[in-house]
C-alpha cells in the first residue's frame, strides 16, 4: 500500500453512450431509449443555451448594461441547473448522459452564434431562437414519452424545461418593446 496517487490510469469505456440499463423501474426499454435519446439532445440544446447566455452577459454593451447582465447571468444559472436535471433523469432511466462539450456540439440544434460581440437587439433575438427551438423540442418530446408511459420525463419536461423556458422567453422578449419617449 502506497500513499501516492496512482496517475495518468485510462479506462475502456464501461457503458457506450446511447446504451441503457435495465432497471426495475416499470418502465419499457423502448420507452426508456426513447426517453434517453430526447433528454440527451435538449440537454445538450441547454448546454449551449448556457453558453450562450455566458457569452452574451460578457460581452452586452449599452444603456442597459447592468440590468441585462443581471439578467443574463441569472437566467445562465437556471440553464445550468437544468443541465443537471437533465443529466440526472438520463442516468436514472439507464442510460448515459453527453457530458463532453465537444459531444454536445455534435448533437445540438442550437445555431453557433457570431465568434465576436453583437448588438443588444441581436443577443436577445439569438437566445430566443435558441429558446423556441427547445420549448419546440420539449413540447414534442413531453408528447411523446407521456405516450410510451414515461410520466416523470414528462412532467420534468413541462414543469421545468417549458415553464422555465417560457418565463425567460417572456423577460428577454420584454426587452426588445419599443415604447415611445415621454417629453418632460
Known amino acids: 500500500m502506497s500513499s501516492q496517487p496512482r496517475l495518468h490510469r485510462h479506462s475502456p469505456e464501461i457503458r457506450a453512450f446511447g446504451t441503457v440499463t435495465q432497471l426495475p423501474i416499470a418502465l419499457s426499454h423502448d420507452a426508456r431509449q426513447y426517453s434517453c435519446q430526447r433528454l440527451n439532445r435538449i440537454l445538450a440544446d441547454t448546454q449551449f443555451l448556457y453558453a450562450l447566455y455566458k457569452k452574451h452577459h460578457w460581452g452586452v454593451r449599452g444603456p442597459t448594461f447592468y440590468h441585462l447582465r443581471l439578467l443574463l447571468d ?13 443529466a440526472e433523469r438520463v442516468h436514472s432511466l439507464g442510460g448515459v448522459a453527453v457530458g463532453d462539450p465537444r459531444h454536445a456540439a455534435e ?3 442550437v445555431p453557433r452564434p457570431l465568434d465576436g460581440v453583437e448588438d443588444v437587439p441581436a443577443v436577445l433575438s ?10 419546440a423540442e420539449a413540447r414534442d418530446a413531453a408528447t411523446r414519452t407521456v405516450q410510451l408511459g414515461d410520466d416523470s420525463t414528462q412532467d420534468l419536461l413541462v414543469s421545468q424545461v417549458i415553464r ?3 418565463a425567460q422567453v417572456w423577460s428577454l422578449a420584454e426587452h426588445l418593446v419599443v415604447t415611445p419617449r415621454t417629453g418632460a
Open 74 to 86: 441569472r437566467h445562465a444559472q437556471e440553464q445550468l441547473d437544468l443541465v443537471e436535471v437533465f
Open 126 to 135: 439569438r437566445l430566443l431562437d435558441a429558446h423556441e427551438a427547445i420549448l
Open 107 to 109: 448533437i445540438t440544434g
Open 164 to 166: 422555465t423556458g417560457e
